[in-house]
């Protein structure tokens, strides 16, 4: 029985009280057992090596205090490795006396020896020989042995084989007894005779690294073994060159490298050939043992260039490579391509994923090397390392596999896909692969297989055009050589833009991708046929188009190439005369253009868009084309024009006609007493005016009646191709149709649609087809092909010229009347307040004519600020009215408009109150605005940002704190709510933005209410013109000149 205790009686040699205790109670579990048998020894023997392991002390750095006496040691422990004559190798423990060495090789306190000390003895002294191997341990008996060196020691004791002539410890044990070892100072190489030859270096895991040198000589290039070992300070690691006479690799699993040069390294993982390479060497017997042993590989000068191609760049893909025979090219990140390659296998479609990066394919797998090596461009002996992104590489493979998205599932082999159980190979090529290669892969392969046949000719197109009244004709035959596409499968593959399309005898065939780009539109848009489609006459330019793009074998008759030609040439648009007669007004340039557009669609039968911005006249252009038809029709006038508009245009329509346009007749369609009958309703009468509200009321009398013109003013009623009102303006019956708006798309391409599905049906296909071919396209992807296209369709349909186009034909300054016809509610109201003041004011004055209201003009300023309220709104005189405002309804109208043409505009009203009704509209919608009126201490502030802030696009200002010191030129529109009696007041306020400084021209607008005293009062000023003129600063002169005639036809 060995002991060993840490205290400080039993430092000195004594037996101390622990042992004592300790044995005693040892004692006492022995005494307790009878006949031990052999197996019991040993378990007593493990069970007092536990107890005295627990009291012995680890070492004499362990047991602290600098007071302790020094140590004595007897014994110093070694280990040997060695290989025996069995071939095996094994560690074997050592021991010597420690008599044997010096003081000073053992250190002057007895706890430090001096290791390099003590091999010099071992190897002068010749003290190999005189080692004894030891069979057990006792910490006692080797005081100075480490931690790590007392744990390897009692795990190679208690691992080793008792046989007869030697100890031998088991493969695999290695793993945990090496690294104990790291760091001390006792590990020799040895034999049986010489156990401790060679004192040997134990590197821990990780600081070395197996690796190549390749380096130029005069017979070739060497390549030789060496190791990486890490720099203490992290930088370029030190190489240690492998000579191959004494390198080897012991211990297998896990290996470790043997060195001549006193390292014990592990070399985890190493590959077999860097095994060969390092312990290639002679032995005694072998062929050519006389040969000098060497581990470099010498390759001649004629073999490089293969060397480098066949072999080089394995080897660099399992080991580094280092020395001058290799220049390594900077590492560039190439992000990886998935490439999918398509086979059979037993008829089966398989999938098989690579990854391109630039110029290097690899298979995907996870378990290939990160890097991987290429051959540079920079010099012969150039390499370049290409990093893999194993986590780009994972997901590719994890999208394109899991959840059967694109119609595969994972197969055994890494990156090998198949086809999931309902997915058969034609739809995986038809449908997947297509959405695959849009994903981002690049598909290869598909001339490979044969069990799917595709067939690699380029398509041709053959077209053939035959006229209808209202249509045209198209055969189209598309063929992949001799094989024809059924015409259906084309339109449906080009439709869903994919590239491939069943033929008739069974194979697939593959559309070019421009072909979907060509032709998806006249597909698209194109009504099926038995043979082939059938397209709109309205649609003769996206068939021109189709015509170019397809270049085989084209057949058109006479009336298509005429139809091409003049929509070729709608730009040059033959002019036509004005009426010399009957218009009473002068058109400028534009207009004129537009009323020649206007008959270049009547001509050829289409249906067109005047989108002029507001206040350039459509209305005008309008009625003057309608004139010119009038007049050439002579006594067979074509028959009624339906004009359809918003309420509170219904009777600028009919003043405007009546003021330009006189010779026409004109009927208006919207009083509760109007007309049931068709045949009543259309007899006499060249123009009929009426709403959208009562066009939707009427549809079923209106679409009976058969229309020379259906046209829609302020069109965008019919924006939503889902409403109502649009669905009614479809159901029309008319020769020709015009819509007429300043907005023709407001929020959507759908918008515009829907114009064009009421002015010439069929032009841009069903609405579910526009939407997904244009709509869809535009707004969501910006479709740039599809963008071009719409406007290429619609362009010959649509005249659109904004202020700043036209400019130069524009006066300084335009006015406009708006006339609206007041609410039901409203007109009560007005006609009890009117005839109330009436009775009074004409109690008041004398009975003859020639009385002047002089005495009454207190009266007559009351009553006509009441009525005039009352035009503008009843809540101005009654508060709770809850009715509506015709004239606020115009005024709301026009406001929209301008906001959405992008244009400025000052609003002008004498009432205050009028303003914040107003205000209180506008804040309702979002719109913003500015405001200024007598209470408003700082008026520069709103004024600057008017003139700067685009975002803002109305100024309110009263119109007597806004008549005049401000400058607001960067207002285009002005409109007046209430017009003044006195035209100087007006004036001063349209002056605000009609001065110097202002660099485009104004339009005014005034907004009237329709038999009211707002139209007396305008009549009024006509008729005093030249007293008004006078009494600018006086507008109390007026009242007193007004007689009792006037006052009758005021407050009539």
């Known amino acids: 029985v060995t002991v060993d205790c840490d205290c400080a009686a039993f430092a000195k040699g004594d037996v101390c009280s622990h042992i004592v205790a300790a044995t005693l109670s040892l004692r006492a579990t022995l005494g307790a057992q009878r006949t031990p048998a052999p197996s019991a020894r040993q378990d007593w023997e493990l069970a007092v090596s536990d107890v005295l392991r627990n009291l012995s002390a680890e070492s004499a750095t362990r047991r602290g205090g600098g007071a302790s006496a020094p140590v004595s040691p007897r014994t110093l422990l070694f280990f040997s490795i060695q290989e025996r004559a069995s071939g095996r190798w094994g560690i074997y423990l050592y021991s010597l006396a420690a008599s044997r060495f010096s003081p000073e090789a053992l250190g002057t306190d007895g706890r430090s020896p001096d290791s390099l000390a003590i091999a010099r003895a071992i190897k002068m002294d010749k003290l190999s020989g005189h080692a004894t191997a030891v069979r057990t341990f006792d910490p006692v008996r080797f005081p100075l042995t480490a931690m790590g060196e007392r744990q390897a020691a009692r795990a190679i004791l208690q691992a080793q084989q008792h046989g007869y002539y030697s100890y031998h410890t088991p493969a695999g044990q290695y793993e945990q007894i090496l690294p104990l070892l790291v760091g ?45 070992r890490a720099s203490e300070n992290g930088d370029t690691p030190t190489e240690t060159p492998l000579d191959g006479k004494n390198d080897q690799f012991i211990f297998k699993d896990p290996p470790y490298l043997l060195t001549g040069k006193g390292l014990l390294v592990p070399l985890g993982g190493v590959p077999a050939a860097f095994r060969t390479l390092a312990e290639r060497r002679q032995r005694p017997g072998s062929p050519g043992a006389a040969a000098t042993a060497s581990s470099e590989i010498l390759i001649p000068p004629d073999a490089r260039e293969r060397f480098f191609e066949q072999y080089l760049l394995p080897l660099t893909e399992r080991l580094p490579i280092t020395g001058d025979g290799i220049v390594w090219e900077d590492e560039t990140p190439v992000p990886p391509v998935p490439r999918l390659y398509l086979t059979e296998v037993n008829g089966t479609l398989r999938v098989h994923l690579r990854f391109a990066y630039g110029d290097l394919e690899v298979p995907y797998d996870p378990a290939l090397p990160i890097a991987t090596v290429q051959r540079g461009t920079s010099a012969p002996n150039a390499l370049r390392r290409i990093r893999r992104d194993p986590q780009a590489e994972q997901d590719r493979q994890v999208s394109i596999g899991v959840g059967g998205a694109f119609g595969l599932k994972r197969d055994e082999e890494p990156g090998a896909f198949v086809l999931r159980a309902r997915v058969d190979p034609v ?52 063929k992949f050589g001799d094989v024809e596409a059924a015409l259906a499968d084309v339109k449906k ?32 848009l194109g ?14 330019l996206l068939l021109d188009q189709a015509i170019a793009d397809a270049g085989g074998d084209i057949r058109a008759d006479a009336e298509f190439a005429a139809r091409r030609e003049q929509l070729r040439g709608f730009e040059q648009i033959t ?26 669609l009547h001509e050829y039968g289409f249906g067109g868009c005047l989108a002029d911005e507001m206040g350039l006249g459509k209305t005008l252009q309008a009625l003057a084309f309608l004139l010119s038809l009038r007049q050439r029709a002579g006594d067979a006038p074509p028959g009624p024009n339906l004009v359809v508009v918003p309420r509170s245009l219904l009777f600028n329509w009919e003043r405007e006609s009546l003021r330009f346009t006189p010779e026409l007749r004109v009927r208006i369609h919207a009083d509760g007493d109007r007309k049931r009958d068709a045949a ?91 939407k997904e071919e244009f709509a869809g396209a535009i707004e969501r992807h910006q479709d740039e092909a599809a963008a071009h296209t719409l406007r290429r369709l619609t362009a010959p349909f649509l005249l659109r010229r904004t202020k700043d186009q036209v400019a130069k034909d524009l006066p300084p300054r335009t006015e406009n009347l708006v006339y609206s016809e007041m609410e039901p509610a409203q007109r009560r109201l007005y006609d009890r307040l009117r005839d109330q003041f009436r009775a009074q004011l004409l109690g008041m004055i004398g009975e003859e004519d020639k009385t002047t209201a002089g005495g009454a003009q207190m009266k007559i300023l009351e009553g006509l600020l009441r009525l005039r309220q009352v035009c503008c709104h009843p809540r101005l005189v009654e508060p709770e009215f809850e009715g509506g405002s015709a004239k606020f309804t115009a005024l709301l109208e026009t406001l929209e408009t301008l906001r959405a043409e992008g244009h400025k505009a000052l609003v002008f009203s004498q009432f205050t109150k009028m303003l914040a009704i107003l205000k209180t509209e506008l804040d309702a919608r979002g719109i913003p605005y500015l405001y200024l009126d007598g209470k408003t201490r700082d008026r520069q502030s709103p004024v600057d940002q008017f003139q700067n802030d685009a975002a803002v696009p109305f100024f309110l200002i009263s119109l007597k704190a806004g008549g005049v010191g401000l400058n607001l030129t960067a207002a285009d529109y002005v409109l007046h709510i209430d017009p003044w009696w006195n035209p100087a007041v007006e004036r001063q306020a349209t002056d605000r933005a009609h001065r110097i400084g202002q660099d485009k021209p104004v339009f005014v607008y005034k907004f009237v209410a329709k038999d009211s005293v707002e139209e007396k009062i305008l009549a009024l000023q006509d008729r005093k013109r030249a007293l008004v003129d006078q009494l600018i600063s006086a507008e109390g002169g007026l009242f007193k000149s007004l007689t009792r005639s006037d006052i009758e036809a005021l407050f009539s």
């Not at 156990?195 to 190549?212: F, K, M, N, W």
């Not at 399309?501 to 559309?511: F, H, M, T």
């Open 527 to 540: 009504e099926e046929t038995e043979n082939g489609l059938r397209l709109s006459s309205t649609q003769a």
């Open 493 to 524: 593959a080009i439709r869903k833009r994919e590239r491939y399309v069943k033929l008739a005898d069974g194979s697939i065939g593959v559309i070019p991708p421009d072909w979907i780009e060509r032709f998806r539109f006249l597909f698209a």
């Open 575 to 600: 002019p036509v005369p004005l009426p010399e007669t009957g218009l009473n007004a002068h058109l400028y340039p534009y207009q004129k253009g537009g009323y020649d557009w206007l008959h270049f």
């Open 680 to 770: 009543a309703l259309a007899d006499g009468c060249d123009l009929l005016l009426t709403t959208y509200g009562i066009l939707l009321r009427d549809i079923e009398t209106l679409r009976t009646i058969r229309f020379h013109y259906a046209i829609l003013d302020e069109a965008q009623a019919i924006k939503n191709p889902l409403s109502q009102t649009a669905r009614a303006a479809r159901l029309l019956s008319a020769d020709h149709r015009l819509t007429l708006t300043g907005t023709p798309v407001e929020n959507g391409t759908l918008e515009m649609w829907s114009q064009f599905a009421f002015l010439n049906p069929g032009l841009l296909g069903g609405m579910e087809r526009f």
């Open 184 to 228: 001390t100072d006792s590990v020799y190489r040895g034999t049986e005779l010489n156990p401790l030859r060679q004192r040997l270096d134990v590197l821990p895991e990780g600081t070395a690294q197996a690796a190549l040198s390749l380096s130029e000589a005069e017979e070739g290039l060497r390549l030789a073994p060496t190791l990486l």
């Open 427 to 478: 739809d995986f090529l038809l449908h997947h692969a297509p959405r695959l290669v849009a994903e981002g892969c690049e598909l290869y392969g598909e001339e490979n297989l044969s069990g799917v046949r595709v067939n690699r000719s380029r398509p041709t197109l053959s077209l053939g055009v035959s006229s209808g009244i209202d249509w045209f004709d198209v055969e189209a035959v598309l």
